[in-house]
């Protein structure tokens, strides 16, 4: 089946640390790749996706790059900031119209 | 840019009452979700409608029910709510066209129930 499994939290690192939250994914074929973030008391924001092998997703200095051969949607940022506190959750989709696939979602906290 | 739009944003009822929640998904954007998400929990797929049918189904409780309308929004109705129903939910809508992968999330309903 398909199934998500991210990196458990929570994350504390401090203000301009490099951070990493590994995903991993199972699933048949082709699936597309996408990282949400919730913010306390908000719904989820797209913060970028990949639709194919090899994609890389970006936004706002986050990155995550599909690798298919490791089958992972590693989420990187080079220096985050007090304000990128919050719940990352790695997710796929497998076509049009389904559902997604949510992993268990990783708290970061980041101390100035 | 337009959001998806949900009604209302916080809703207390007893136990054994009925809740309906209203999702407006982004104009142009022909398929809506709906999403449970527990305290602390990854959300769970609920059900979902494209061009007013239903496309897809999860782990929706034989409680509740759920259409879309011919303007595009879509009604979540439950009932003989019970204390494990207390949850943020949360619709998303994706687009036509070339993004048809991407869901787009509202800000969630949350639902406490007594």
């Known amino acids: 089946g398909n199934s998500v499994t991210q990196m458990e939290g929570p994350v504390t690192l401090s203000e301009e640390a490099f951070l990493t939250i590994n995903c991993t994914y199972t699933a048949t074929g082709y699936p597309s790749l996408f990282w949400y973030v919730q913010y306390p008391g908000e719904g989820l924001q797209l913060l970028l996706k990949?639709?194919?092998?090899?994609d890389k997703g970006s936004n706002k200095g986050f990155e995550a790059t599909y690798r298919k051969e490791t089958t992972s949607f590693h989420l990187e940022k080079g220096s985050v900031q007090v304000s990128d506190s919050a719940v990352y959750f790695c997710?796929?989709?497998?076509?049009?119209?389904?559902?997604?696939?949510f992993g268990t979602g990783t708290s970061l906290t980041v101390i100035p | 840019a337009a959001g998806v739009i949900q009604s209302p944003r916080h809703l207390i009822k007893e136990k054994r009452e009925t809740a309906t929640l209203k999702c407006y998904p982004i104009?142009?954007?022909?398929?809506v979700y709906w999403y449970q998400q527990g305290p602390g929990q990854d959300p769970q797929f609920l059900i979902s409608f494209y061009e007013k049918m239903q496309s897809d189904k999860g782990s929706i409780p034989d409680r509740f029910s759920a259409q879309q309308f011919s303007d595009y929004h879509s009604e979540l109705n439950m009932s003989s709510l019970e204390l494990g129903d207390s949850a943020l939910y949360f619709c998303a809508s994706s687009p036509r066209g070339t993004e048809t992968d991407t869901q787009y999330f509202g800000p969630g309903t949350r639902l406490t129930v007594l």
């Open positions: 104009p142009r954007h022909d398929t």
């Open positions: 990949a639709t194919k092998a090899d």
């Open positions: 997710a796929l989709s497998k076509n049009t119209g389904n559902q997604f696939y």
